[in-house]
Structure formats: structure tokens, C-alpha cells
């Protein structure tokens, strides 16, 4: 039986059923890499993790620890001090990094009795003791994210590592840059009184070699005022929520 190829029914049919087979197709692609997509996307977290202690590429200071390295060290200097913070009390877990902190805001969003669930990782180093917060928040055109690492008096800014989703490249892209991040290393998250007050990205700062660290705050990138709002926004709102669990660990 032939069928007639110049009908619109033939070549609707014929689409119909390419985009099931292609569908089908990359639906099983998909699912046979699940698998090692999650533990790819696990590997870059442990690297941004370690990137925020200063644990580095030791050909690269700049450069993350290679890929195929960073469960050994992160073992090395984490290992299990993996925790579940909800409010003023921890849980240890064995992988803090089921928890998607975006998803947990979601969830609070729509439920303002739901105990939202944030993961901490606590490295070590040089006797040195690191508490590394993820942050996310929102820049110019997409999210922003990070990790901030607080010294032992959970006021000191030990590193710090931030990325972005669709940034303007040469403006709020920057945010990824050494010169950037750098200048949070040393800075407080409280005031001289001991007030909170996060750290800003503030224009006109009148601190371009970022030497005074009691200010709570650092030079704006140029062209970026909205992106550098965000990061503003973005740490003082994710540090905020560890402060009542940190408390607990001063007394």
C-alpha cells in the first residue's frame, strides 16, 4: 500500500511520530547518564567547596583541584563534618549535598510553617577551622550562586567562590574573578558592636585595595551595579539563616 506523501495528514503524522521515537530516544539517553551527571555535578561542588577553603590546583592556585581529585581531598579535609542546619540545631549526614537550597526556599515559600533544611560543610586546615555556607540568590539575568567560608569566630570571611548562570561577560560575569572574590577574604559579617550586617558590594566604597576589613564591605565591580546587588543580597539573606545555629556553637 502506498501512501500519499504530499497529504498534510502524512506530514503531521510523520512529525508526530519523529518527535516520539527522538523523544523516546534522549529520554533513555538521559536516564542511562543520570547516574554520572549527578556524580560530575557532586565532583564541582566538592571543588567550589575546597576553592572557598583555598584548597587549590597545586600547579594552579587559581584553578580548582582537578576533577578526579576531589573526593580524595574533600574526604581529606571535610570527610563526614556534613550537616543539616534548621535553625539553632544540626544533623550530621553523610551527603549535605542532597539538599538543594533553592528547593528549600520553594518550599518555605509556600508553606511558612515548613522547617527549611540548609547544609553546612565544616573543613579543617593548617589547624584552621572552616565553615563553608552555599548561598544562591539572583543577579542581573539568572541566579547567582557561591560558597562563603567563615572562619572559627563565624564573623571572618576565610574565602569565598561565586559563580552565575547568564551574567553579562566584562561586567557581572566578573563576580567569578580573583580580584573579586579575593577582597572578601578577611572581611567581618558583623560590626564592631557585634550587629550583623552581611557584606555589601558597595559603589564608591573609597576602599579600592580593599585594605580596611572592619567595613563590611567591598568594592563594586564596574558596569555591574545590579549583579554586585545581588551578591549583596545573596550573602547577607543565606549567612543570615546559619546565625542562630552558629550561635549555639559559641557558647
Known sequence: MAFNTDKNSYTIIFSVLMVLVVGSLLAGVSSGLRENINANKKKEKQQNILFAMGITDPNDPSAFVPADQAKVLFDKYIGEDQFIVS???????????????????DKLKNDSNYQRRMPLFVGKKDGKQFYIVPVRGNGLWDAIWGYIALGGDFNTVEGAFFDHKGETPGLGANITEAYFRDDFIGERILSAAGEYKGIAVKKGNGDPKNERKDDNAVDALAGATITGNGVTAMIKKGLKLYLPYFETLKK
Open 87 to 105: 535553625g539553632g540545631t544540626a544533623e550530621k549526614t553523610s551527603d549535605a549535598f542532597a539538599i538543594d537550597i533553592k528547593k528549600e526556599g
